[in-house]
């Protein structure tokens, strides 16, 4: 069965602990991603990440108290950028298509910073956290004029959830383009041990079940039998459990368009 799970982008290094793994750099097909069906193993996973994601960016916490802490910073936020707003000499007639950094606010609750995508004079796409997979729903109201649009922000079921005002600030005295959001990167769990299937991986403390079976010889990603993770670039501790006792640990740091073959073995055991 091929297993993948989506957390929320990437080439992949890895910073191991005392341990010497054995793994492999290789190139991820996106083509090949596109056109195959992979069976999704606890997808909540990688959903959990995103929503957490849009929940922090736009503060709606349930926890009232915590909400309230970011209300009150949200506030400062808020006044700062109007003010750089108003104190500007004069607007940008346009805006050049491209990714531009951006403030988005409702004008109470949150006020951060996101990416835009800019064609036509129109925002197509707003991503927060430097993260594709993290990408707002949204509806136009006002296109953008004088370096501010008006959208309303919607819910995975197209929802109005806000109105939110998107500030280009950092386009006030000049045309700033900056990078794409980064895409995802993969680690791929495998093993060549007979006991392969007893194996259980652990990401960041989450379960990510057992390996499939023994591979002979080297996987490509999303193989059979495998784990494979798509990941946003950063450092994730892992653990591999067998038979109960941590045989293996170590951190992979992700980065973009990659896949890290991870070999969970006799020689790297603890």
Same mark, same amino acid.
């Given at each position: 069965?091929?297993?993948?799970?989506?957390? @929320?982008?990437?080439?992949?290094? /890895?910073?191991?602990?005392?341990?010497? %793994?054995?793994?492999?750099?290789?190139?991820? +097909?996106?083509?090949?991603?596109?056109?195959?069906?992979?069976?999704?193993?606890?997808?909540?996973? @990688?959903?959990?990440?995103?929503?957490?994601? $849009?929940?922090?960016? &736009?503060?709606?916490?349930?926890?009232?108290?915590?909400?309230?802490?970011?209300?009150?910073?949200?506030?400062?936020? #808020?006044?700062?950028?109007?003010? &750089?707003?108003?104190?500007?000499?004069?607007? *940008?007639?346009?805006?050049?298509?491209?990714?531009?950094?951006?403030?988005?606010?409702?004008?109470?609750?949150?006020?951060?910073?996101?990416?835009?995508?800019?064609?036509?004079?129109?925002?197509?796409?707003?991503?927060?956290? +430097?993260?594709? =997979?993290?990408?707002?729903?949204?509806?136009? $109201?006002?296109?953008?004029?004088? !370096?501010?649009?008006? /959208?309303?922000?919607?819910?995975?079921?197209?929802? *109005?959830?806000?109105?939110?005002?998107? %500030?280009?600030?950092?386009? /006030?005295?000049?045309?700033?383009?900056?990078?794409? =959001?980064?895409? !995802?990167?993969?680690?791929?769990?495998?093993?060549?041990?007979?006991?392969?299937?007893?194996?259980? $991986?652990?990401? +960041?403390?989450?379960?990510?079940?057992?390996?499939?079976?023994? #591979?002979?010889?080297?996987?490509?990603?999303?193989?059979?039998? &495998?784990? &494979?993770?798509?990941?946003? =670039?950063?450092?994730?501790?892992?653990?591999?459990?067998?038979?109960?006792? $941590?045989?293996?640990?170590?951190? !992979?740091?992700?980065?973009?368009?990659?896949?890290?073959?991870?070999?969970?073995?006799?020689? +790297?055991?603890?």
């Amino acid at each position: 069965m091929k297993r993948i799970f989506l957390i @929320g982008t990437t080439f992949i290094s /890895l910073s191991l602990k005392a341990q010497n %793994y054995s793994y492999r750099y290789t190139q991820i +097909n996106q083509l090949a991603i596109q056109r195959n069906h992979y069976t999704i193993v606890n997808q909540n996973f @990688g959903f959990y990440a995103i929503a957490n994601a $849009i929940q922090s960016f &736009t503060n709606t916490w349930s926890d009232n108290k915590k909400r309230e802490i970011e209300v009150q910073k949200s506030q400062f936020r #808020i006044e700062q950028v109007k003010e &750089t707003y108003r104190e500007a000499k004069s607007y *940008p007639e346009s805006i050049l298509d491209g990714w531009h950094l951006v403030m988005v606010t409702d004008n109470y609750n949150f006020c951060n910073e996101a990416k835009a995508l800019v064609e036509n004079g129109k925002i197509s796409k707003l991503v927060i956290d +430097n993260y594709m =997979p993290n990408s707002l729903n949204f509806t136009t $109201i006002n296109p953008i004029r004088n !370096a501010k649009s008006l /959208l309303s922000l919607q819910d995975e079921n197209n929802n *109005p959830t806000s109105t939110a005002e998107v %500030y280009f600030t950092n386009d /006030l005295e000049h045309p700033t383009i900056v990078d794409a =959001p980064l895409e !995802a990167g993969y680690i791929c769990f495998y093993s060549d041990m007979g006991r392969a299937k007893s194996i259980k $991986i652990r990401l +960041n403390r989450t379960n990510l079940g057992e390996l499939g079976g023994k #591979i002979e010889g080297e996987p490509s990603c999303y193989d059979e039998k &495998t784990i &494979t993770v798509a990941l946003k =670039p950063q450092s994730y501790d892992f653990r591999a459990f067998g038979r109960g006792s $941590i045989n293996w640990e170590g951190v !992979a740091i992700v980065k973009e368009g990659q896949c890290l073959l991870i070999n969970l073995n006799e020689e +790297n055991k603890k």
